[in-house]
Antibody, heavy 126, light 109 residues
Framework: QVQLVQSGAEVKKPGASVKVSCKAS????????IQWVRQAPGQRLEWMGW????????KYSQKFQGRVTITRDTSASTAYLELSSLTSEDTAVYYC???????????????????WGQGTTVTVSS | QAVVTQEPSLTVSPGGTVTLTCGSS?????????PYWFQQKPGQAPRTLIY???IKHSWTPARFSGSLLGGKAALTLSGAQPEDEAEYYC?????????FGGGTKLTVL
């Protein structure tokens, strides 16, 4: 069964960092890319960035540049999102989603967002 | 960063047809923005319905379809069902980055 399982809820103080994990199972991790999306309470979805699982290349939303780091551990089939300098505005549910890989070398592209994690609630409060 | 706009809310009668749209602050939406559409119900993770303008996933009901319409991306629901009541988000690509719209709350009433 193809799925993405995320780590549990986190409570952090302002100024701290948080690291959320997204473990893939049921498919070959390095054949895909992982997107990270968050949703503050009652707000829209917000794209944060993504990582290509096989080569580790990343791209981040300008909004989070300098504060976000996306990494992966291929041996653990797991992607990570780390967000630093947290404020109350970072209180949100954080989701990962899988992109499939299409095309052929060197012109791969990533698409579909076909599998989503269950979400991880991050609460920032003093 | 580009701004992606959607209708805040729409209402459709059961069995009726409704079109949701997705516009871009940078100009007309084209196939090069690879429009996506997502459905989200309260307390649930989003579910991707359509990608690359009009490609459906295996789980996407046939009553949903995607297109480009009047310089925007469009999601048309034909034959609305009560279970289609949800928030719908579009997403557009901008040179490798992705931007979500503000969402449309669809009421089936």
């Amino acid at each position: 069964q193809v799925q993405l399982v995320q780590s549990g809820a986190e409570v952090k103080k302002p100024g701290a960092s948080v690291k959320v994990s997204c473990k893939a199972s049921g498919h070959t991790f390095t054949d895909y890319a992982i997107q990270w999306v968050r949703q503050a309470p009652g707000q829209r979805l917000e794209w944060m960035g993504w990582i290509i699982a096989d080569n580790g290349n990343t791209k981040y939303s300008q909004k989070f540049q300098g504060r976000v780091t996306i990494t992966r551990d291929t041996s653990a089939s797991t992607a990570y999102l780390e967000l630093s300098s947290l404020t109350s505005e970072d209180t949100a549910v954080y989701y990962c989603a899988r992109d499939q890989k299409g095309g052929s070398p060197p012109n791969y592209y990533y698409y579909a967002m076909d599998v989503w994690g269950q979400g991880t609630t991050v609460t920032v409060s003093s | 960063q580009a701004v992606v706009t959607q209708e805040p809310s729409l209402t459709v009668s059961p069995g009726g047809t409704v079109t949701l749209t997705c516009g871009s602050s940078t100009g007309a939406v084209t196939s090069g923005h690879y429009p996506y559409w997502f459905q989200q119900k309260p307390g649930q993770a989003p579910r991707t319905l359509i990608y690359d303008t009009n490609i459906k996933h295996s789980w996407t009901p046939a009553r949903f379809s995607g297109s480009l319409l009047g310089g925007k991306a469009a999601l048309t629901l034909s034959g609305a069902q009560p279970e289609d009541e949800a928030e719908y988000y579009c997403l557009l690509f901008y040179s490798g980055a992705r931007v979500f719209g503000g969402g449309t709350k669809l009421t089936v009433l």
